[in-house]
């Protein structure tokens, strides 16, 4: 059984999506897929152990060996990521049954549940597996999945995003499939583990350069990097708000993942960033993104399009920890990758709530609301503090460690610009702060209440996680810590 | 009872918790929510002169609680100057509680409950900055400061109330986030520790141009020492009710500010080092500065409680000053001077609250003939004045003798001449209020009659008149203070984890 | 080798954008659509024609031939057709359903619906 944990982490939930469909009511397939994300989150705890004791775990599936069979192949940091993915989608769903009631029709809960799990399949799978063609398969299973789950929003606008998040996601996994086709043209392997052992007898010809380039360019659509951001702040947006919690939460953070995959582990840190400009580029663009998408979140109105944007930003911080080029940074990008999705779950979960009781989150309705929704609005200033960087929240911890490793470089105005742009993320949770807590109660505010104990208690849950970790970070800081050096010694 | 020095040190922050806890529990009695925070007070207060009498005995307390980084612990531990800065923090928590009684009462303010609770969550906070063994610790603490009084100068919930604490945080936040944060980072990234160490952190390795910028960092970065550029926060948090301008910002907030300079001055430079780092001169001439503009933007101020905070400002600079002056006398100036401007300044502002609530005025030029109203808070505004001025009897003669010696030493003739000048501005901009409160001149011309003599509720009152004569205290007996002054020096570090039992 | 001995490599980019330049160029949804399958259609190209051995023939066993075109491509090039279609099916619900609440397929239109909504 422990030896097949790989692969059910996958198969769990990529089963239970159809069972969903047999079942229909919406109330009992809701306890069903709390249960299925349950014994995911479960077997990725089973993993980290296994990990921990045993180093990387190979897993050949249908018994087919490596390189010819697909190899799942668990090392720290997708064990780490995978905790990640499973944690929040588990939180994110036990919220479901009561917020789609507001949401989502009730003919069509059933399928908002299978587009979940299916999405939730996708993106463990994409961090399972140690197959670059696989990880293709699954990035479509999820993006699809994601497309369908995005166009369930009640706005129309829901449906104009969800399609042209399609175009510009199919467009990147195209770029990737070219990507992963000229490699495998070069080296006739497509395990990734192989393919980084063979692709330094080819590493200096033009093909292998023609395949990194489109990976990159795929990859840094899919995470949604500044400037190929503009699927996503409508995307979240219109979104039903579950939706927008768990795909802020998990899905970026895969994307991250698949370029620390080929860009470390395949190509190899010597090559990726020594040979080609990646650092260069991935600083520029992400200080961009850092600047750029933070100053547009202060003006937003819509407060979901406001945490969209700033999504963007937080993507810019994980980037620039990236192009530091040490070990250090990349362990300040690992440590943010799983900390802002504690902070943006907390704070769309928050944002669920709100949308439950008013039924739409424009800045200007939630005057005085701070009053009326006390726990939902306390969380949204937690969750805020966190994104801002205050101590005792999961937010400085990843703040200490990228600044920490901009220093240790010797690269002091990145620093500064890190620091600078937690003054932006003051400026725009500020202005959400006061509108809730300063300004008199609107009058169709008057009869709101509080949300219910369905979105309370996993957002709540995520809340207190935003302060356990950030408090005791042990868990995330070694763990994040034995990847990125992991990583770096693979690289060379 | 005896209680071992660690769960003392531990008590000094968790008794305010305790109070908060309980004045949620009681929220709708306010009798016993105002008692439960005053017991707390006194309570606190034991516990920090128990800490002093174990100091005096050479029992040191120090508590690690937990490893939030790998090297970084969140811990305590008493040491001479946080002794002193805990010393009247706590001491003065009951007094303004007590002022606060009157005050809030008969101001008839809201949400009450709410104001005592982030009282009593504040000064958790000030007791774990005074007891911070590292700066990692002093900074989560100082940063959760911020944000647990900015409720508190928010309180009105008005347009004006809702502006000031937007500078308030802005300031305070983005200084801490930006400069502050950054410092600790370089620090730790260039020493390997943060511990505070007596005789500094740094080896020879580290490069003086980044000492340089470090100082400059940390100067600017620790917001709540209100050293010019960065002062704004001060007079915007006015809008807060005068309670918490009283113990906020005249003791607890900018004495944080201050207190943290001054450890970092002694326990994270050192002062030889001090001494040698290029960029200590230059502060120095900023913060001589700071004090002269501060006292001259005051003389201006029509809003009492502005003048007051302006007046804190070039208080403050003082400190800053003896920090940054690294030499013996410059420390015992600096610390000596956070005792006394506390007791000083804190009566100003009861003075000042004391007049809103019982004559409705809140501007200087109202005031001429208010000693006939209201005698004894303009006799205690008197006596007040003299101590932030310098002049016997005030205690803050001490500490401005000791700051003029410790210049003069180093030949620090600019700092000698800002002194001078800067007491020649304290008496022009804070005698003329109870010296025309009294004689109002004009011909005998009395604006309100003397029938009517209305001072403020008997609670404030009594706080006003305590701080009063606390300030004269002070200057008759220093010795207890000049003694911890002098032991900040002193201090070896060597005797960690003594537990008493 | 001259530059037309790997036609097979100018049909693909040749397709790739032009596939590319509808998406991007046309305003209609469905047309995009289309570009979209055009563009992943070359990539299918790409990938059969690596898998091309000279003078080789299809991998079924046979005793007297020993030469066969590799396999693996073509199999993983069915798996992205199915990607494809998914995707392509997907896309134009989406488009059905943007008809229904929009009343027109012309992004011009569309957007010009949303910033009136604004």
């Known amino acids: 059984m422990l030896a097949h944990l790989p692969v059910l982490q996958v198969i769990v939930p990529l089963i239970a999506a159809p069972c969903c469909l047999m079942i229909r009511s919406p109330a009992v397939v809701g306890r069903f897929v709390q249960l299925a994300t349950l014994a995911t ?78 999405c939730f399949a996708g993106l463990l799978g994409i961090l399972a597996t140690g197959d670059a063609f696989n990880v293709f398969v699954f990035l479509e299973i999820s993006s699809l999945s994601s497309y369908t789950l995005i166009a369930l929003g009640q706005d129309r606008r829901a449906l104009w995003a969800s399609y042209q998040y399609l175009i510009m996601g199919t467009i990147g996994a195209t770029f990737i499939l070219i990507g992963i086709g000229l490699m495998y043209m070069m080296t006739g392997t ?57 795909l802020a939460a998990t899905a970026t953070k895969v994307a991250i993942y698949i370029l620390l995959r080929f860009v470390f582990s395949v190509f190899g840190a010597e090559f990726s960033l020594t040979y080609l400009p990646v650092r260069e580029i991935l600083l520029v663009l992400g200080l961009m ?18 945490f969209a944007y700033s999504s963007v930003a937080q993507i810019g911080y994980m980037i620039l920890g990236l192009s530091i080029g040490s070990a250090a940074g990349l362990m300040a990008t690992l440590l943010h990758m799983f900390n802002h999705a504690l902070m943006k779950g907390a704070l769309f979960l928050a944002l669920t709530s709100v949308a439950f009781r008013l039924k739409q989150t424009n800045l200007t309705n939630m005057a005085g609301i701070g009053r009326q929704m006390p726990l939902t609005m306390a969380a949204v200033v937690v969750g805020g503090l966190s994104l801002i960087g205050t101590p005792l929240t999961v937010g400085f911890i990843s703040k200490w460690y990228l600044v920490l490793a901009a220093i240790e470089q010797g690269w002091w105005p990145l620093a500064f610009v890190v620091l600078f742009g937690s003054l932006l993320a003051l400026i725009y949770v500020w202005r959400i702060v006061e509108t809730a807590y300063f300004q008199p109660i609107s009058a169709e505010l008057s009869g709101v209440r509080e949300a219910p104990v369905g979105i309370l208690v996993p957002m709540w849950v995520l809340v207190l996680l935003n302060i356990y970790f950030g408090i005791d970070s042990q868990f995330t800081v070694s763990l994040s810590e034995l990847a990125a050096h992991s990583l770096y010694l693979e690289g060379r | 009872m005896i209680l071992s020095l660690a769960v003392l040190l531990q008590l000094t922050m968790i008794v305010p918790l305790l109070a908060a ?121 100082y940063e959760l400061l911020t944000l647990s009084t900015y409720p508190l100068v928010t309180h009105a919930g008005t347009e004006e109330a809702k502006r000031g604490g937007r500078t308030y945080l802005g300031i305070l936040l983005s200084t801490s986030i930006v400069f502050f944060l950054l410092a600790i980072i370089v620090t730790w990234v260039y020493a390997g ?152 300044k804190i009566t100003l502002f009861f003075c000042a609250g004391a007049i809103l609530v019982a004559a409705h005025k809140t501007k200087v030029s109202e005031l001429r003939g208010i000693g006939a109203q209201m005698p004894i808070t303009m006799a205690a505004f008197f006596i007040a004045s003299l101590s932030i001025i310098g002049v016997p009897p005030g205690g803050g003669t001490w500490s401005k003798w000791y700051l003029m010696l410790g210049s003069l030493e180093s ?45 403020a509720p008997l609670p404030a009152l009594l706080a006003l008149c305590l701080t009063a004569t606390l300030s004269i205290l002070l200057f008759l007996y220093p010795q207890p203070f000049y003694g911890l002054s002098q032991a900040i020096l002193a201090d070896t570090g060597a005797p960690y984890a003594i537990a008493g039992n | 080798m001259s530059w037309l001995a790997q036609y097979n490599y100018w049909v693909v980019i040749v397709l790739m954008m032009t596939g590319f330049y509808i998406v991007i160029a046309s305003g209609n949804l469905v047309k995009k659509l289309m570009g979209l399958t055009i563009f992943q259609t070359s990539v299918f190209i790409l990938y059969i024609s690596m898998g091309k051995v000279r003078g ?62 604004c």
Not at chain 2, 40 to 58: D, I, M, S
Not at chain 2, 100 to 120: D, K, P, S, V
Not at chain 2, 431 to 446: D, E, H, N, Y
Request: proline share 4%; charged share 10%; net charge neutral.
């Open chain 3, 56 to 117: 080789g023939t299809a991998p079924i066993l046979e005793p007297d031939i020993d030469l066969y075109s590799n396999p693996l491509p073509h199999v993983l090039i069915l798996t992205a057709i199915v990607v494809g279609i998914a995707t392509t099916a997907l896309g134009l619900a989406l488009v059905v359903r943007i008809k229904e609440s929009y009343g027109t397929v012309e992004e011009a239109e569309i957007q010009q619906k949303d910033n009136d909504q």
């Open chain 2, 193 to 344: 520790t943060l511990d505070f160490l007596p005789g500094g952190l740094f080896t020879d390795a580290t490069p003086q141009w980044v000492l340089s910028v470090l100082l400059v960092l940390f100067f600017f970065g620790v917001g709540k020492a209100a050293l010019m550029p960065f002062h704004r926060w001060l007079p915007a948090a006015m809008v807060a009710p005068t309670p918490v301008s009283a113990l906020l910002h005249a003791v607890a907030v900018v004495k944080a500010g201050v207190f943290t300079l001054l450890k970092i001055s002694v326990f994270v430079f050192g002062l030889d080092l001090l001494a040698e780092i290029q960029a200590t001169q230059w502060m120095l001439y900023l913060a001589g500065a700071s004090v002269l503009l501060a006292s001259l933007v005051a003389l201006r101020q029509d809003n009492l409680k502005k003048r007051l905070a302006y007046s804190t400002i070039g208080q403050l600079g003082y400190i800053s000053v003896g920090a940054l002056l690294a030499t013996e006398l410059g420390i015992i100036g600096g610390s000596m001077h956070i005792v006394a401007h506390a007791f000083g």
């Open chain 2, 21 to 141: 806890v309980g004045l949620l529990v009681f929220r709708r009695q306010p009798n016993i929510r105002e008692a439960v925070t005053l017991i707390a007070g006194v309570v606190l207060f034991v516990l920090v002169l128990q800490l002093y009498a174990n100091y005096q005995r050479n029992l040191i307390a120090n508590v690690h609680w937990l490893e939030i980084l790998p090297g970084l612990v969140l811990s305590f531990r008493v040491e001479a100057l946080s002794l002193m800065f805990a010393l009247i923090a706590s001491l003065l928590w009951p007094v303004t509680t007590l002022y606060a009684i009157g005050y809030m009462r008969a101001h008839e303010e809201e949400n009450q409950t709410r104001f005592y609770l982030c009282f009593a969550l504040a000064i958790a906070a000030t007791m774990a900055i005074c007891f911070s063994a590292n700066l990692f610790t002093l900074f989560i603490f």
């Open chain 1, 41 to 118: 989150l479960i077997i990725s705890l089973g993993l980290v152990r296994e990990v921990l004791e045993q180093g990387v775990l190979s897993y050949a599936l249908g018994g087919w060996q490596a390189p010819w069979g697909i190899e799942y192949r668990i090392d720290p940091l997708n064990v780490y990521l995978l905790v990640l993915v499973s944690l929040l989608g588990t939180i994110v769903i036990f919220a479901a049954p009561t917020s789609i009631k507001s949401e989502i029709a009730e003919d069509k809960q059933t399928y908002f549940y299978v587009a979940y799990l299916l």
């Open chain 1, 289 to 306: 993104g850092v600047v750029f998408a933070s100053t547009v979140a202060i003006y937003q109105t819509n407060v979901k399009k406001l």
């Open chain 1, 190 to 246: 497509l395990n990734m583990h192989d393919l980084a052992t063979r692709l330094d007898n080819v590493s200096e010809t033009n093909t292998i350069f023609t395949a990194f380039a489109f990976l990159f360019i795929g990859v840094c659509l899919k995470l949604a990097l500044f400037p190929l951001h503009l699927w996503l702040p409508n995307a979240y947006t219109y979104a039903p708000s579950l939706v927008t919690a768990f």
């Open chain 2, 411 to 455: 030949g620090q003739w600019f700092i000698v001449i800002t002194l001078a000048l800067s007491t020649l501005l304290n008496i022009a901009y804070l005698l003329p209020i109870p010296i025309l409160a009294f004689f109002p001149g004009g011909g005998g011309r009395v604006v309100i009659s003397s029938e009517q003599i209305k001072e």
